[in-house]
């Protein structure tokens, strides 16, 4: 599921749902890596201690940058102290030896507006 949005999608359904997807992905394939997504709106560790007892599982967090006003004025190096600031204490705040793999999308440099 690419982007569940809370609160609309609980997180217990969103678990229930990862993981009979990574039960039939495993009934398929021992090396084939899961995705799961956080909830839009949601924590970005709320789903970091149930992947971590998957194997094979991959985190997928999406920084948007687009439908915030606050990055309208931003510079190139607003955006990148933005990504070098927040973002990455987000991210070492989920990576952790025994924990998921992660991917991380950011959208929208808003420089030149």
Do not use: C
Request: charged content about 15%; overall charge negative; cysteine-free.
């Amino acid at each position: 599921m690419n982007e569940p949005v809370a609160p609309g999608v609980s997180l217990d359904s969103l678990k229930t749902y990862y993981q009979q997807g990574y039960n039939a992905v495993r009934r398929h394939s021992l090396t084939a890596y899961v995705i799961m997504s956080n909830r839009l709106s949601g924590s970005s560790l709320e789903l970091v201690d149930f992947a971590s007892q998957f194997n094979r599982v991959v985190l997928d967090m999406h920084y948007y940058a687009l439908f915030d006003s606050k990055f309208d004025s931003y510079t190139v190096q607003d955006n990148i102290d933005y990504v070098n600031n927040f973002i990455a204490s987000e991210i070492n705040a989920i990576n952790r030896p025994d924990g998921p793999l992660t991917f991380v999308g950011v959208n929208g440099w808003l420089s030149g507006r």
